[in-house]
């Protein structure tokens, strides 16, 4: 879960190597964070959300493949 | 960024509005939505709705023609400065794109394998057309990955693009599609169309269908579009818009 949400906010951001992604468990959920550069949070969140909605919604799938409840938290 | 305050009746039509002024395709405006406008009773309170767009200063109205901001739309969110001033020019492809174009069917579907092994996805991805770029994922229980509607499947078509458009600074529209779901749906839908059309008819009263996205009321609409006796529009906002289908 942790590297597709590297390898997403990677492909889309201007500066890849501020990209950093925390995976923190916290006890079923797992709560996945995500911290790009201060000119790149746009790219993650998109126009009324939708690049963040999309990232939810593949993240989703992810943790479902491995029987896990996720959550995206763009910092 | 400038901003441009566009009003119309409703959103949509405010919209279309900016688009057209600005010469950028709706589904490429940058807009915040400040009023939603209403109707008032019986016309007294009505509200204009209100929209704010966003425009790259080049972009301004009147200091540009429809055609290169066109574009000039698509490096806005590269933010590559070189790359946006060679676009700006008004020559693609001599703006040296990091890829070059024709490669670009291939370009997506790797794209999408290395996205989907990351997804736990165990699938293959076929290049179905190369205009415009199709992509089918072929694999076993592919239902996760399509989701309610199609829902899951549209957030990886969008995020595929998303990528694409950042990383080559040209706008593909690439079309992402798994176990033939998109062909399948596009059948139902026209079948769907066919009777509504019919029931309209017989019934001489209009039909609402069920809300859908965008791509699919528009296969309504062209299904019945050479129609005799039906005529279609859409009504509603959003994720609630809908498409009657009136007899004529």
Do not use: C
């Not at chain 1, 126009?47 to 993240?59: E, F, I």
């Amino acid at each position: 879960m942790k590297e597709l949400i590297e390898f997403l906010a990677r492909s889309l951001v201007s500066k890849p190597d501020e990209v950093k992604v925390e995976e923190i468990p916290s006890g079923r959920q797992t709560v996945i964070e995500l911290t790009v550069a201060r000119g790149d949070i746009g790219k993650v969140i998109g126009k009324q959300g939708r690049t963040a909605r999309a990232l939810r919604s593949l993240l989703k799938v992810s943790a479902t493949k491995q029987g896990k409840r996720a959550v995206l938290e763009i910092v | 960024m400038e901003t441009v305050e566009v009003t119309g009746k409703t959103v949509d039509e405010a919209i279309a509005a900016a688009s057209s002024k600005l010469g950028i395709p709706a589904d490429r405006l940058d807009y915040r939505i400040v009023s939603e406008g209403s109707k008032g009773i019986l016309g007294i309170g009505a509200e204009e709705a209100k929209i704010i767009v966003s425009v790259e200063p080049a972009l301004a109205p009147g200091e540009s023609k429809p055609a290169p901001a066109r574009v000039a739309a698509v490096p806005a969110r590269t933010e590559a400065p070189e790359e946006a001033a060679a676009e700006q020019a008004g020559a693609p492809g001599e703006g040296a794109p990091r890829v070059q174009i024709e490669d670009a069917p291939d370009l997506a579907a790797d794209l999408l394998e290395e996205l989907l092994d990351k997804m736990g996805i165990d699938a293959e991805v076929e290049v179905r057309e190369e205009d415009p770029i199709t992509l089918n994922v072929i694999g076993d229980d592919l239902g996760i990955l399509i989701g309610r509607r199609g829902e899951t499947l549209s957030a990886l078509q969008f995020i595929v693009n998303q990528i694409l458009n950042h990383q080559t600074g040209h706008w593909l529209s690439v079309i992402v599609d798994a176990e033939d779901y998109r062909l399948r749906r596009e059948e139902q839908l026209k079948g769907l169309a066919r009777r509504m059309a019919d029931r309209a008819r017989y019934y001489r009263q209009p039909v609402t269908l069920e809300p859908m996205p965008p791509h699919e009321r528009r296969i309504i609409h062209m299904a019945l579009a050479e129609h005799g006796s039906v005529v279609t529009h859409s009504i509603g906002e959003g994720d609630e818009r809908r498409v009657v289908i009136t007899p004529k």
